[in-house]
């Protein structure tokens, strides 16, 4: 069975910074691109970021320069490091994986992890 | 970037057919998905290349695409569909991923 759980939310203050760790069990996280996608308190999915099998990289406009993903395949885990994190980063953040081929859609997901940026 | 409209709600009684859309320019050249997702709960996939069901998914949730509308349609609705749905496209110009806006379907 696949499992993809999510760690490291919590409360943060505006400007601080934050590393997601996304452990995945009965499913091998190198072959996949991986991606987190997150959910503002009652609002819809936004994508964040994209994580390729080869280690490219892209990310939201609204992330863009503020946050980093990786990978570890020696633990099987994904993560997302997030700096300078405002109040409107705020949200559930999902761990998920992908389909191996475009059009790309989320198969797997995670449970979720809160982040509440707040002073 | 790009943007997919979903209405915001759609109402319908239990053994009805509910159909949900999702805009878009020249979506029916991408590829559509869809997501299920209950209060408390992470999304599921419902549906895959704009018609495709994922295993365990019923054969009531059916999808179609073409032109600028994508639709998803849950034939014989039960109670246990109300959720909300979103849509979502690979944007190949910025390798990005794009998420409708969402419906959010009530069983009357």
């Known amino acids: 069975e696949v499992q993809l759980v999510e760690s490291g939310g919590g409360l943060i203050q505006p400007g601080g910074s934050l590393r997601l760790s996304c452990a995945a069990s009965?499913?091998?996280?190198?072959?996949?691109?991986m991606s987190w996608v997150r959910q503002a308190p009652r609002r819809g999915l936004e994508w964040v970021s994209v994580?390729?099998?080869?280690?490219?990289?892209y990310y939201a406009d609204s992330v863009k320069g503020r946050f980093t993903i990786s990978r570890d395949n020696s633990k099987n885990t994904l993560y997302l490091h997030m700096n300078s994190l405002r109040a409107d980063d705020t949200a559930v953040y999902y761990c998920?994986?992908?389909?191996?081929?475009?059009?790309?859609?989320?198969?797997?997901w995670g449970l979720g992890t809160l982040i509440t940026v707040s002073s | 970037s790009y943007v997919l409209t979903q209405p915001p709600s759609v109402s319908v009684a239990p053994g009805k057919t509910a159909r949900i859309t999702c805009g878009g320019d020249?979506?029916?050249?991408?590829?559509v998905h869809w997501y299920q997702q209950k209060p408390g709960q992470a999304p599921v996939l419902v549906i895959y290349?704009?018609?495709d069901r994922p295993s365990g998914i019923p054969e009531r949730f059916s999808g179609s695409n073409s032109g600028n509308t994508a639709t998803l349609t849950i034939s014989r609705v039960e109670a246990g569909d109300e959720a909300d749905y979103y849509c979502?496209?690979?944007?190949?110009?910025?390798?990005?991923?794009?998420f409708g806006t969402g419906t959010k379907v009530t069983v009357l």
């Open positions: 979502q496209v690979w944007d190949s110009s910025g390798d990005h991923r794009v």
């Open positions: 020249n979506i029916g050249s991408a590829g």
């Open positions: 290349f704009d018609s």
């Open positions: 009965g499913f091998t996280v190198s072959p996949n691109s």
């Open positions: 994580i390729y099998r080869g280690g490219t990289a």
């Open positions: 998920v994986s992908e389909s191996f081929n475009p059009p790309y859609y989320f198969d797997y």
